[in-house]
């Protein structure tokens, strides 16, 4: 309960003021002339401009509020090592009990997960979070049971009381982990990248060592280990085998002691991309078609080209001398034999032997193919002639025999149902149950067909075949005349999206394999997706981190494309793998943020204890005990730590009174006037 005075005036302040100036004018008069009883008149005159303030005896009725104090219980993952959970519950129990013994106090639990998106404790944004919903008058004190290694500083609180940390962990604790650094999003295929690696020692390490293993993976290869030394940086080369995603892990042993096995392996996935795809093109004379290629592979930026036309035969006999000639020379050599390894793709488009390409030459663009190149021909006319490249040294690279036949009747490409399987041509359309694409006129008959027949042309004869050779990939297109649907020709066709593909199967592009094990993490585990020309691939082998294997069963979802979600949980590398293909996907983080650093330590939180003088105290040792402690003293000490009682309340009633009875003024105004009357007729 409170009592206070307040006025309600009976006049305006200005009125009130006024009468006031004129009645100490007035008295002051009076006392300058020694009048007698003058100071009684004074007091008449203020007990009237008392009363036309309006004095009210205003009474506060209160109820006490009581005081509030967050137990912040930290169950991130880190909480999870050695005894640390055990001392939380211990640590969490005590506090508990002395708070519900502790007078006039509420107690709000917050517990602390690990945050998304690998962010780590999120203690402080838990602990701001909270004290936005309560009155800060209210608020006497936070205190945190936590290893102190939480991840959000930036959102320290502004605590109108102490904060105090109940530190889990031990002074024994150490920890051995594996960090890489520099590793970049991106990587250019068969380039090395250098990546730092670091292992180092936290903690109290009882015998420090010199050297330890690391483990290298690339993919699904085999790892490769060797000693590297203990906290120093260490750089790596590496390689990436392909295009798209490669995933690289890093392992080092598991060492006696340590706290966890979390931070000794990291997952790094990077993308690999080609830095220029070089493509030779020969064009072996000018036709109507001639473009089609080189439009489509210099509008890809990524492309340099050669591009080579013979315009000018050997066997062509003007009587031109060669010095007036303006063309120039078809460097055979230096691309056949000093830089054909250069090239990703080799295009021959409508060419024929005449003599400009030796037999030495050819055979090293078999050699090339089968050592990992890629050749296309694009056969014209030419392709079912006695100069054919089929009757050269390409003869056993080339997927199909020409019949010496050509084909010159309209006709409607068509996908095959292994096309439609390819994904080179699935999705393009132009099958049996579809409206046909624009007409061709010429096809190349081709027999005893060694690759994959994709697509089809008159009465049903091999179009388009695709083959693998050695380590190299070879396409055949019989025809000429794919330009027709470039001009739109009787509506054309996917012209443009069909040689990309095609010429991107080639250089082995990995979204466009037809054989192909992929897994990527989803809500819930992997999806793992196989893509095959078979009707039914087997069962997929999958191998969790742990070492423990699972059978997967695939279902179709589209032509060539089997996919399954297997569910999972552990963070790590799984490894995929059938009779033909293997492959791996990582799930997580291998090295999530709350196992970057172990060894628990209060420096982190240093700021908001030190910001209202709270306290650190270890589990380990023993548990303070609680006190009450005034706003801005020191609120820690050798066992205790101190809560700041904040005396809050809430008014629920107020009562209001005259200061003085309207009689007893009126009596005392009387009395004054009087007195000072027969005062002033003494004198005279």
């Given amino acids: 309960m409170s009592w206070d005075i307040v006025f309600s005036p009976l006049l305006s302040w200005p009125v009130w003021s006024v009468l006031a100036l004129l009645s100490t004018v007035a008295l ?18 203020a007990l009237v401009l008392l009363l036309l303030a309006g004095p009210i005896l205003e009474q506060e009725e209160r109820e006490a509020l009581s005081d509030i104090v967050f137990v912040l219980t930290d169950r991130s993952a880190s909480q999870t090592l050695a005894a640390r959970a055990d001392q939380t519950e211990r640590a969490k129990a005590d506090v508990l009990q002395k708070l519900r013994s502790r007078a006039n106090t509420e107690i709000r639990e917050i517990t602390v997960g690990d945050g998304a998106g690998n962010a780590g404790t999120q203690a402080l944004s838990a602990l701001t979070k909270a004290l936005a919903e309560e009155p800060q008058s209210r608020v006497a004190g936070a205190i945190l049971i936590s290893d102190g290694l939480v991840h959000d500083i930036e959102a320290m609180p502004q605590m109108p009381a102490p904060v105090h940390l109940l ?100 997952l790094l996935e990077i993308n690999g991309v080609r830095d220029r795809l070089r493509v030779l093109l020969v064009s072996g004379e000018p036709h109507a078609g001639g473009r089609t290629w080189r439009n489509l592979l210099k509008s890809d930026s990524s492309v340099d080209l050669v591009h080579f036309t013979i315009l000018r035969p050997p066997e062509k006999h003007d009587g031109v001398p060669v010095g007036e000639l303006s063309l120039i020379a078809f460097p055979t050599r230096e691309l056949f034999i000093e830089k054909i390894k250069d090239f990703d793709l080799i295009i021959f488009d409508r060419y024929k032997r005449r003599g400009i390409l030796p037999t030495e030459y050819l055979e090293n663009v078999r050699d090339y193919v089968k050592t990992g190149g890629a050749v296309l021909f694009a056969a014209g006319p030419d392709f079912a002639s006695a100069d054919s490249l089929y009757r050269s040294p390409l003869a056993p690279i080339v997927p199909a025999r020409p019949t010496a036949r050509v084909i010159e009747q309209a006709f409607h490409p068509r996908v095959t149902q292994t096309g439609q399987r390819h994904p080179v041509t699935r999705g393009l359309g132009g099958g049996d149950d579809e409206p046909g694409w624009g007409r061709w006129m010429r096809q190349i008959e081709l027999a005893d067909v060694t690759g994959d027949v994709v697509m089809e042309g008159f009465e049903g004869k091999p179009l388009l075949v695709l083959d693998r050779v050695g380590e190299g990939r070879v396409a055949l297109l019989a025809s000429d005349h794919a330009w027709l649907w470039a001009r739109g020709y009787e509506g054309g066709g996917p012209q443009l999206e069909l040689l990309r593909r095609l010429s991107h199967w080639m250089m082995k592009e990995p979204d466009l394999e037809e054989e192909a094990l992929l897994a990527e993490a989803t809500e819930g585990g992997l999806k793992i997706t196989r893509r095959s020309l078979q009707d ?111 005396g809050a309340y809430e008014t629920v009633g107020l009562k209001h009174s005259a200061l003085m009875p309207p009689w007893l003024a009126l009596l005392l105004f009387v009395a004054l006037i009087v007195f000072g009357w027969l005062r002033e007729g003494r004198k005279r």
């Fill in 167 to 266: 530190m889990t962990g031990s002074d024994t604790d150490w920890d051995r982990r594996l960090t890489v650094e520099n590793a970049p999003a991106f990587g250019i295929i068969g380039e090395q990248i250098e990546l730092t690696v670091r292992i180092e020692d936290q903690g109290a390490v009882a015998v420090a060592d010199g050297f330890t293993q690391l483990s290298i993976s690339v993919g699904a290869q085999e790892p490769i280990r060797f000693d590297v030394p203990i906290g120093r940086d260490i750089i790596v080369p590496v390689s990436l085998p392909h295009g798209g995603r490669n995933v690289i892990k890093f392992d080092i042993p598991e060492s006696k002691g340590e706290l966890t096995t979390r931070n000794n392996s990291y």
């Fill in 28 to 45: 002051g008069f009076a006392i300058w002339r020694k009048l007698a009883g003058a100071w009684l008149r004074c007091l008449a005159a």
């Fill in 536 to 646: 039914a691939p087997e069962a997929v082998t999958v191998t969790h981190p742990s070492g423990e294997q699972s059978e997967v069963a695939l279902t179709q979802t589209s032509p060539g494309v089997f996919e399954a979600l297997f569910p999972a949980s552990d963070v790590g590398l799984y490894r995929l793998q059938d009779s033909a293909l293997a492959s791996v996907a990582g799930l997580g983080n291998a090295s999530p943020r709350e196992f970057a650093n172990t060894i628990a330590n209060a420096g982190r939180l240093a700021p908001v204890i030190a910001a209202q003088q709270g306290g650190v105290f270890a589990i380990e040792d023993r548990l303070p005990s609680l006190r009450n402690v005034r706003e801005g003293r020191n609120a820690a000490g050798a066992g205790w730590l101190g809560l700041t009682p904040r």
